[in-house]
């Protein structure tokens, strides 16, 4: 059965890092992937995405802080994030897109103390 899976949040200081993984299964030919994160009252945006191609894009707040990275062979996609503000609090999310339909992990939170 396909599914998304995330890992790798956590509750860390001002100035930490933390490596987020999202693991597709059962999902095949996958062109997008894309990290978002949705914080209490706001509207879910896009952190970060990369194609099958290897090309990303970033949103505002993460560029200079985050990389998106895949690994192809084990159909995995890495959100690393580094310099952590509070305001990056928020459930991450991970989306795997193929050319049928997205599909969508449950989340992962990241909490970021001052």
């Known amino acids: 059965q396909a599914r998304v899976v995330e890992s790798g949040g956590g509750l860390v200081q001002a100035g930490g890092s933390l490596r987020l993984s999202c693991v597709a299964s059962?999902?095949?030919?996958?062109?997008?992937s894309g990290w978002y994160r949705q914080a209490p009252g706001k509207q879910r945006e896009l952190v970060a995405s990369?194609?099958?191609?290897?090309?990303?894009e970033y949103g505002d707040f993460g560029k200079g802080r985050f990389t998106i990275s895949r690994d192809h062979d084990k159909n995995t996609v890495y959100l690393q994030m580094n310099d952590l503000e509070p305001a990056d609090t928020a459930v991450y999310y991970c989306?795997?897109?193929?050319?049928?339909?997205?599909?969508w992990g449950q989340g992962t939170q990241v909490t970021v103390s001052s």
């Open positions: 989306a795997q897109e193929t050319s049928l339909r997205r599909y």
């Open positions: 059962d999902i095949f030919s996958i062109g997008f």
């Open positions: 990369i194609t099958n191609t290897d090309s990303t």
